[in-house]
């Protein structure tokens, strides 16, 4: 399939496919060029960009992305250091949750004061 038809049925943009196809994310396995030089997408490649979109959704960088490809593909890690990566990305989201948690209790304090300064004066 050409990239047009990748790209819209991912949710991506060109740009995008093409980025991941530059840093090594989608290899020979995922697309091939024809004689007229035009990209040929293979069905291996979709599912090479939902597991990718599956691990950004996790809040991996680009580098853990590759680490872990590189796993699946090459099978690097053992079973005891991948449950270590998964829980420490854990540790990492609760973190976050953690961050975002404080921040909408001062937002939520800032909105109240703002409010309450709207409200009429009794007499």
Excluded at 16 to 44: A, C, M, P, W
Excluded at 49 to 64: A, R, T
Aim: glycine residues 2%; proline residues 1%.
């Amino acid at each position: 399939m050409r990239i047009n038809e990748l790209a819209n049925k991912m949710g991506l943009t060109v740009h995008t496919i093409r980025f991941y196809e530059k840093e090594g994310l989608l290899d020979s396995r995922h697309v091939q060029r024809e004689e007229n030089n035009y990209r040929n997408y293979t069905d291996e490649a979709i599912e090479r960009l939902k597991l990718i979109k599956k691990f950004q959704n996790v809040g991996c960088s680009l580098i853990e992305l590759k680490e872990v490809l590189q796993d699946k593909d090459e099978n690097t890690r053992t079973n005891e250091e991948r449950i270590e990566w998964i829980s420490q990305k854990i540790a990492e989201i609760e973190r976050m949750r953690n961050e975002y948690d404080q921040m909408l209790v001062t937002l939520n304090i800032m909105l109240e004061y703002r409010k309450s300064l709207d409200k009429p004066k009794k007499t």
